[in-house]
């Protein structure tokens, strides 16, 4: 006798099929949309005033409630009660489209459909007319991953579909959408979930789950989610299932594979310190307890973005991101430091994680981070370069992070960078790399530290030695400098070197660029720092040797007569005001010459008559 073929049976004794905490507390009204109000208020007028569009394009980060948005839209517009801004939740219509199976709202994956036979497929159903419901809705979710093929398929469609047709696109690339498509639609664009915001959702959902959690722990979560509300759910599911007792910050760090927040402080502090070697320990011990390198550089940024969110705005900042225990010492970091340090500090950080995503040696970039940020007051920015040098002012004294880094430390004997004289306030005449390159036999080492104002009565004697300094530091050239006539001044600070047309030879040599970088060094050295020279080629008769080395009657008549005008209350004013100084006067030049009176005009003769001469040419 045969028997029948026992059925398989259910067994009662198998676990229920575990949905995830991000589905389960998924929004379903557009009062539960956490974050975007904006764009549930813009969405529930359209539907009570029955201005619905026909295309609406959501985009924002991930994780936001795009698609959520869609899905409640969609109940909105097919719900049994409705088109209505609150859907019931329990008709036939509300309940397959939150299970995904309404055969009238369908989701689309643009990345997996974005071919252009698949666009024109949807082209041809568009056409039917809804099952069961009011409006055939097409749900795209990734739109931006469409061919342009799709897109072009779809635009005749897109801007006139039937009237039982709506379309709702979703993406996080908005900026890769052809204009054609953005045109179309209307936009909402949904912004981050704040950190608060995110925590408040967290603490409902751990209580709702009758579980346990440190409110610094769920603090932690929402700020590790960067603003998306599904990431920070979705990582709460997984710590709880790894908590077997009270949810603490302890263990989210350690399923993270991230530092707690004392120890980055104390990072940060040894950084701030310029202790690179306690710092570079610290990595690499936190490295062999299986810390993530990635995570601990983004912690890192955090923690200086508080240093500048507090910098700028103080401890009473909205959402900072630390927690109470860590805000004294993160209060205490920032006063200590000044704002472009800080942002120097952030564009370490940021260039860091930029170079990071396409190197397998992330700690190497980490410590190469730590250690330029703890030599960070050693270096100079291009502006303070540029300001030094237009200026002509000495560089900032070099602080060292030990103040005594002295040549038995440094590698291979390289020479002091460190400046005791400046710690106590004292100014410094010469950096220790450019004493150790100076020629032995040059002025600066003869004693002459004290420099020379560039004027009239003393520009033989600098002439003088700018041709010795020269001479000792190039012979060759300083040879050929001796070729020019006697320099003038021509403006502020600086000298005119002329060469005689017969010494064409000499101009070339002292006009190259390396040998006219030590003609100024030189002349710098005389008369101080921002002191420039320019060198001219000039006709006439070939000068002999007494006419370029001694001054002429001529000459020393001249220098009294800039004299005498200097001692005139508007030249005087000029010099002590602006740094002025004559440097040409004109033959028929009188300053106390008056102006004569001008003759009567006609409004005849206005257009033709001539200007008067402001000083009278017979008392040049």
């Known amino acids: 006798m045969l028997m029948a073929k026992s059925q398989p049976t259910s067994n009662p004794t198998a676990p229920a099929e575990y949905t995830v905490v991000a589905r389960r507390y998924r929004p379903q009204q557009f009062a539960d949309l956490i974050g975007q109000e904006h764009v549930a208020t813009s969405l529930i007028n359209a539907l009570q005033t029955g201005r619905v569009a026909h295309a609406y394009l959501f985009t924002g980060a991930r994780g936001v409630g795009k698609t959520s948005a869609a899905r409640i839209l969609a109940k909105a517009l097919n719900c049994a009660t409705g088109p209505t801004a609150t859907p019931c939740d329990v008709c036939e219509s509300c309940l397959a489209v939150t299970t995904g199976e309404d055969v009238d709202v369908q989701e689309i994956d643009g990345a997996s459909n974005n071919k252009a036979e698949e666009a024109r497929e949807l082209r041809l159903n568009v056409g039917f007319r809804p099952t069961r419901g009011r409006y055939k809705i097409y749900i795209i979710d990734e739109v931006h991953m469409l061919s342009t093929a799709a897109f072009n398929v779809l635009l005749k469609t897109l801007e006139e579909p039937p009237p039982h047709v709506k379309f709702i696109f979703a993406t996080t690339e908005v900026q890769k959408l052809p204009i054609t498509i953005l045109s179309r639609c209307q936009r909402f664009d949904f912004a981050n979930v704040g950190p608060s915001r995110i925590f408040d959702q967290l603490k409902n959902i751990v209580q709702r789950e009758g579980h346990e959690a440190d409110d610094d722990a769920l603090r932690l979560i929402a700020r590790r989610a960067a603003g998306s509300m599904r990431d920070s759910q979705s990582l709460l599911d997984q710590l709880l299932a790894s908590a077997s007792g009270t949810l603490s910050t302890e263990l989210v760090h350690s399923v993270l594979g991230t530092a707690g927040e004392e120890r980055v402080g104390e990072l940060a502090a040894n950084i701030l310190a310029h202790d690179a070697k306690s710092a570079l320990n610290a990595i690499a011990s936190w490295s062999e307890r299986g810390l993530q390198i990635g995570e601990l550089l983004d912690q890192l940024i955090e923690h200086w973005r508080a240093l500048m969110l507090v910098n700028c705005g103080g401890q009473d900042l909205q959402d900072l991101p630390a927690s109470p225990n860590q805000r004294e010492a993160l209060l205490r970091q920032a006063g200590s430091l000044s704002l472009d340090t800080i942002l120097a500090g952030l564009e370490v950080w940021t260039a860091c994680k930029s170079r990071m995503r396409g190197s397998n040696h992330a700690q190497v970039l980490l410590e190469m981070a730590v250690v330029r940020l703890c030599r960070l007051e050693e270096l100079l920015s291009i502006g ?153 080629r000039v006709a006439g008769p070939a000068p002999t040797q007494m006419t370029r080395t001694t001054e002429t009657p001529a000459r020393s008549q001249a220098a009294e007569r800039r004299k005498q005008l200097m001692d005139l209350p508007l030249f005087k004013k000029a010099s002590e005001s602006l740094g002025a100084q004559i440097w040409h006067v004109d033959e028929a030049f009188n300053p106390n010459a008056t102006r004569p009176a001008l003759p009567a005009s006609t409004d005849s003769d206005d257009d033709e008559a001539e200007p008067n001469p402001v000083l009278d040419p017979d008392e040049g």
């Open 384 to 536: 303070q370069l540029a300001r030094s040098i237009s200026q002509g002012v000495a560089l900032p004294a070099v602080k060292s992070s030990t103040n005594a880094m002295n040549t038995s430390n440094s590698p291979r004997g390289v020479p002091s960078l460190s400046r005791p004289a400046a710690d106590h306030g004292e100014p410094l005449k010469k950096n220790a790399l450019s004493e150790h390159r100076t020629p032995p036999n040059s002025l600066e080492n003869q004693g002459h530290h004290a420099t020379i104002p560039l004027t009239e009565s003393r520009l033989a004697e600098i002439w003088s030695r700018l041709q010795q300094d020269v001479t000792e530091r190039s012979p060759l050239l300083g040879s050929q400098l001796k070729s020019a006539n006697s320099p003038a001044i021509f403006g502020p600070n600086s000298l005119e070197i002329r060469f005689h047309s017969s010494y064409s030879q000499a101009y070339d040599a002292c006009a190259q660029e390396m040998n006219r970088a030590k003609i100024t060094e030189s002349l710098r050295r005389i008369v101080g720092p921002g002191a420039m020279i320019k060198l001219e």
